[in-house]
């Protein structure tokens, strides 16, 4: 039973352009969610978090859009970069006190110069 | 300031071993999560330390189990290992305890095991 789906596995955008990352989520407690960025043989590196209590939330070239009524999430990188390339997870966490995460599958982005 | 790092990078093992990966914590950092990530999969929630103390867990067995120690560093043990255990096992560390901590939490780049 997965929570947290990221449905495209993977996704090639021209340098320059807009990338459109996408995630679902099931459960409805989950308040809180975040992307982020994995490079091969490295960890994860946090990118950008929104509250359910937002819509939007920008951070330089990174914005996340948060659609409550969808359960829907998406991160738009403007513009996007050779460097942008990596895996990015979607994660999402509930105002419990075990405050572990819960992560998509994850979507390869491959940015073309 | 140092990052998290984690020991051994790769390690193989045969099913119905024991095994014990390693992680220390980001300089200043008092808790540790561990999650493990099969192929093609996102990581999973294994379990969380503060103080010393195990302070959640996700859907895995009792044959995993942790450790933190005084200076924050951890290990993860998995007893009688299984073929489905073979996955990448990632640290984080963070502060401030059982917190909205997923944005800061620090990665370590994982161990990877393969059980045969």
């Known amino acids: 039973d997965q929570q947290v789906k990221q449905n495209s596995p993977s996704l090639s955008v021209q340098e320059g352009r807009i990338s459109i990352l996408n995630c679902d989520y099931t459960?409805?407690?989950?308040?809180?969610f975040l992307w982020y960025k994995k490079y091969p043989a490295e960890g994860p590196t946090f990118l950008i978090s929104i509250s359910s209590i937002k819509d939007k939330n920008e951070d330089g070239r990174f914005t996340v859009f948060l659609n409550k009524s969808a359960k829907h999430l998406s991160l738009h990188i403007v513009p996007s970069q050779p460097g942008d390339s990596a895996v990015y997870f979607c994660?999402?966490?509930?105002?419990?006190?075990?405050?572990?995460?819960?992560f998509g599958s994850g979507t390869r982005l491959q940015v073309q110069p | 300031e140092t990052g998290v790092t984690q020991s051994p990078t790769h390690l193989i093992k045969t099913r119905g071993q024991q095994v014990t990966l390693r992680c220390s914590s980001q300089s200043g950092h008092n808790t540790v999560s561990w999650y493990q990530q099969a192929l093609g999969q996102g990581p999973q929630f294994i379990f969380q330390y503060y103080r010393e103390e195990e302070n959640g867990r996700g859907n895995f067995p009792p044959r995993f189990s942790g450790l933190q120690f005084p200076n924050y560093s951890s290990e993860l043990n998995v007893n009688a290992l299984e073929l489905d255990d073979s996955a990448l096992y990632l640290c984080?560390?963070?502060?401030?305890?059982?917190?909205?901590?997923?944005?800061?939490?620090?990665f370590g780049s994982g161990t990877r095991l393969t059980v045969v």
């Open positions: 984080a560390s963070s502060l401030g305890g059982p917190t909205r901590t997923g944005s800061g939490y620090t």
């Open positions: 994660a999402a966490s509930q105002d419990t006190g075990r405050r572990a995460l819960t």
């Open positions: 459960n409805s407690m989950f308040d809180y």
